[in-house]
């Protein structure tokens, strides 16, 4: 059998790894294989331009690594505390949080994150009877109405939108926080369902590859090559239409007996053709980040990873990450890296900067946060268009219908990627793995 992978990010590379035994395998990637995975050189080490870790309780990221042989390159970020930057400095984030939310009111009084209104009215929680069901609320309107609104933006918001680069007045609860809808379905109170939350077998929550998440696809590219597969990565060899039945890949008129689409949401859409049913994929919104990372001659604060920033104090930038603390192989003793965000769904002022006075800005701001004056002896400024798909409240339902579509219109067609079930790095690896067996076996396969 033939199958074509159409996109060579982490997706479409999962779905060739695990075609790879059953199926003659071409992988057509125009761009750049590893998509929005990329690790480049910065002052001299491997430093992450996009991901920089992914998360161990999704287990797919580190099984892949596993069946790989990377298992000992492994390592979890350094311990540290995260912050917020609220009320004119840097707030430690209290324990106990899940995704903002928290399961214990002890910390959220003693962080001066909260107003003693604010304060009065998350406690409110433990007394409210239940409320709307939690399912179909953005994951906004399910805090708020549990918590009230100072928690749903001074913490979940920071948090989630910002994991997500988008507004958790728009993401769906359900989409893109099932820990806190299931914790309301196991309480009338949110806060003690999340103390009922499932604890973790132990061990780190996060881990990358020691010389950064780009050796992932490195190591899957190697394998794949070493198993016979075909890459195709010519601008000119860029597919531009998928056609049923007998599937042809264009410009290329080779038959395939399958394929996996893992490319970006519009582009799917356009390579199926309108009458695919698959047009809601061009609804799914989109958010471009940009991501500055800076090298600086001293010591950052000690045991802070990072701080997040509420969209309420109307700053540029969304988030900073003090790399080199989190990652200690990232600097030399002394000396620090940072990787500080910016730009989210319908903010895009980043975007419009160029990189050196976007790079003024993110720095000046630092510098306010920090409370001292900074000066770089490195920058570098990676944009990532169009990389986070927004799960909007019936995001579930829209990818249940338009894989529905497809499994009718292009019998052995599957769909792969960050728009569909997850956009962290191990959803996609297993988005690409589901796919695979779409495609191979032709058929409907548990869902994931
Ligand atoms: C800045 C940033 C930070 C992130 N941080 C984390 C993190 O810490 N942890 C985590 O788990 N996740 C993180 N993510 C998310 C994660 O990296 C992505 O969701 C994931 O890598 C997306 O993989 P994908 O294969 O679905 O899509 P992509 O990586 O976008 O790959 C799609 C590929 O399709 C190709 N393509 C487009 N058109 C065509 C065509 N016509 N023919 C063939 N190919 C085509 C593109 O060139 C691209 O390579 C981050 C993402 C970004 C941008």
């Keep these: 059998?033939?199958?074509?992978?159409?996109?060579?990010?982490?997706?479409?590379?999962?779905?060739?790894?695990?075609?790879?035994?059953?199926?003659?395998v071409t992988v057509f990637e125009p761009n750049r294989l590893g998509g929005s995975i990329l690790?480049?050189?910065?002052?001299?080490?491997?430093?992450?331009?996009?991901?920089?870790?992914?998360?161990?309780?999704?287990?797919?990221?580190?099984?892949?690594?596993?069946?790989?042989?990377?298992?000992?390159?492994?390592?979890?970020?350094a311990v540290g505390a995260s912050a917020l930057w609220a009320n004119g400095g840097l707030q430690r984030l209290p324990e106990g949080l899940v995704l903002g939310a928290p399961s214990d009111l002890g910390g959220l009084l003693q962080?001066?994150?909260?107003?003693?209104?604010?304060?009065?009215?998350?406690?409110?929680?433990?007394?409210?009877p239940r409320r709307r069901p939690a399912a179909a609320l953005s994951v906004r309107d399910l805090i708020a109405d549990r918590f009230g609104a100072q928690v749903a933006d001074r913490l979940v918001d920071p948090l989630v939108g910002g994991i997500h680069a988008g507004w958790t007045g728009e993401l769906g609860a359900a989409e893109v926080t099932p820990q806190l809808v299931e914790a309301t379905q196991r309480a009338r109170s949110l806060l003690l369902g999340l103390r009922g939350t499932p604890k973790s077998?132990?061990?780190?929550?996060?881990?990358?590859?020691?010389?950064g998440v780009g050796r992932l696809v490195e190591?899957?590219?190697?394998?794949?090559?070493?198993?016979?597969?075909?890459?195709?990565?010519?601008?000119?060899?860029?597919?531009?239409?998928?056609s049923s039945g007998r599937v042809v890949v264009e410009p290329n008129p080779e038959p395939?007996?399958?394929a996996v689409v893992a490319t970006p949401a519009r582009r799917t859409a356009e390579l199926l053709g309108p009458d695919a049913g698959v047009d809601a994929l061009v609804r799914v919104p989109t958010a471009s980040v940009v991501l500055l990372t800076a090298s600086f001659p001293q010591p950052l604060p000690p045991a802070l990873n990072g701080f997040l920033v509420p969209r309420a104090e109307r700053r540029l930038m969304t988030a900073c990450s003090f790399a080199s603390n989190k990652w200690p192989h990232w600097s030399e003793p002394g000396r620090s890296v940072v990787r500080v965000s910016a730009g989210r769904h319908r903010d895009l002022r980043a975007l419009e900067l160029d990189d050196d006075a976007l790079a003024d800005r993110l720095l000046d701001e630092l510098g306010q946060a920090l409370g001292v004056a900074l000066s770089p002896t490195a920058t570098r400024v990676s944009r990532w268009p169009d990389a986070f798909p927004q799960y909007l409240p019936g995001h579930s339902a829209l990818v249940a219908a338009v894989e529905q579509s497809v499994s009718q219109h292009h019998p052995r067609v599957a769909l792969a990627g960050s728009t569909y079930r997850g956009s962290g790095i191990p959803a996609c690896i297993a988005s690409g793995r589901r796919a695979a067996r779409m495609a191979a076996l032709g058929s409907e396969v548990t869902a994931i």
């Design 201 to 211: 077998g132990g061990g780190p929550v996060f881990l990358a590859p020691r010389p």
């Design 111 to 128: 962080s001066r994150i909260l107003s003693p209104l604010g304060l009065a009215r998350a406690a409110l929680d433990l007394v409210l």
């Design 1 to 24: 059998m033939r199958v074509a992978v159409v996109g060579g990010g982490i997706a479409g590379l999962a779905a060739a790894w695990d075609l790879r035994h059953v199926a003659e």
């Design 219 to 242: 190591a899957l590219v190697r394998s794949l090559s070493e198993a016979g597969v075909r890459f195709l990565t010519e601008a000119a060899q860029a597919v531009t239409t998928i």
């Design 39 to 77: 690790t480049t050189e910065f002052e001299g080490r491997p430093v992450d331009e996009g991901a920089d870790a992914f998360l161990t309780r999704v287990p797919e990221a580190v099984q892949l690594c596993e069946e790989l042989g990377l298992q000992d390159e492994l390592v979890a970020p």
């Design 256 to 258: 395939f007996d399958a």
